[in-house]
């Protein structure tokens, strides 16, 4: 959405509507939106990495602005895909951004049980000559600054950045995840930092009302509900267009 898609086909992907981003091809795990530049979510853990090393190559080859980011939990870290990004990414100077969301979990397991280093991403990004930051990803404005000068250096030339967001997951990695393993007092300590809750006060110790700040949410309430429903009522795809946009030629009749 950030790049352009709407609520109402997102969601509709999601219930595998024929309005749907993918036209119900895709789901959860490939949401795509290639003419607005979002490339694709990917089932693969890591799998995207170098794929945007090979978007931020296009860029450079083909002398635009564009800037490349891929976004990652802690635990792509330790896929390979994520060592082989970096360097190629640093030895090309490709212009592109990692930025690792870490949760503190992968599935079920503590990031640090598994991992040599304190911070998965930015630690590592030494090994390949990469500049890192640690952030505050529960802080918006942390967030779009650091995005801001990274995607600046990249643009001049500079290469990439790693940037590994501190952030927390509200419920466990999937709806049949009770989320258990996580102690109480952690869940609670990082709830108090909901990205929403801080930019709130952020607001409010700005000076702006909060009758204002409420009229915010009551708009998105209604752009989500609306959008809601329009996937609900969207049609179901036809399964005579079930092998279209699967290969290059629209099909598979060519491997016969």
């Given at each position: 959405?950030?790049?352009?898609?709407?609520?109402?086909?997102?969601?509709?992907?999601?219930?595998?509507?024929?309005?749907?981003?993918?036209?119900?091809?895709?789901?959860?795990?490939?949401?795509?939106?290639?003419?607005?530049?979002?490339?694709?979510?990917?089932?693969?853990?890591?799998?995207?990495?170098?794929?945007?090393?090979?978007?931020?190559?296009?860029?450079?080859?083909?002398?635009?602005?564009?800037?490349?980011?891929?976004?990652?939990?802690?635990?792509?870290?330790?896929?390979?895909?994520?060592?082989?990004?970096?360097?190629?990414?640093?030895?090309?100077?490709?212009?592109?951004?990692?930025?690792?969301?870490?949760?503190?979990?992968?599935?079920?397991?503590?990031i640090a049980s598994v991992t040599s280093v304190p911070n998965p991403a930015a630690d590592r990004a030494v090994a390949y000559g990469l500049p890192a930051e640690i952030i505050d990803g529960n802080d918006v404005v942390a967030v779009h600054d650091t995005m801001r000068a990274a995607v600046?250096?990249?643009?001049?030339?500079?290469?990439?950045?790693?940037?590994?967001?501190?952030?927390?997951?509200?419920?466990?990695?999937?709806?049949?995840?009770?989320?258990?393993?996580?102690?109480?007092?952690?869940?609670?300590?990082?709830?108090?930092?909901?990205?929403?809750?801080?930019?709130?006060?952020?607001?409010?110790?700005?000076?702006?009302?909060?009758?204002?700040?409420?009229?915010?949410?009551?708009?998105?309430?209604?752009?989500?509900?609306?959008?809601?429903?329009?996937?609900?009522?969207?049609?179901?795809?036809?399964?005579?267009?079930?092998?279209?946009?699967?290969?290059?030629?629209?099909?598979?009749?060519?491997?016969?």
């Amino acid at each position: 959405m950030a790049r352009g898609a709407t609520p109402a086909e997102c969601l509709a992907e999601l219930m595998s509507k024929a309005t749907g981003l993918c036209k119900a091809k895709g789901g959860s795990m490939h949401l795509t939106k290639a003419d607005k530049g979002m490339l694709g979510s990917y089932a693969i853990v890591g799998s995207h990495l170098p794929i945007a090393a090979g978007a931020a190559w296009s860029a450079k080859l083909r002398g635009t602005e564009q800037v490349a980011v891929a976004f990652f939990g802690d635990g792509a870290t330790n896929i390979g895909a994520f060592h082989e990004a970096l360097n190629l990414a640093a030895v090309w100077k490709l212009p592109v951004l990692f930025v690792c969301e870490n949760n503190l979990y992968m599935e079920y397991t503590p990031i640090a049980s598994v991992t040599s280093v304190p911070n998965p991403a930015a630690d590592r990004a030494v090994a390949y000559g990469l500049p890192a930051e640690i952030i505050d990803g529960n802080d918006v404005v942390a967030v779009h600054d650091t995005m801001r000068a990274a995607v600046d250096r990249a643009r001049a030339g500079e290469g990439p950045t790693v940037i590994e967001a501190q952030t927390y997951r509200h419920y466990g990695h999937s709806r049949a995840d009770p989320a258990k393993y996580r102690p109480a007092d952690e869940v609670e300590r990082w709830m108090a930092r909901d990205p929403l809750k801080v930019t709130h006060d952020r607001l409010i110790s700005m000076g702006v009302d909060a009758a204002d700040i409420d009229g915010a949410d009551a708009r998105v309430a209604r752009v989500v509900e609306a959008a809601v429903q329009e996937a609900r009522d969207a049609p179901f795809p036809d399964p005579a267009q079930a092998l279209t946009d699967v290969w290059a030629d629209g099909g598979a009749a060519w491997r016969n």
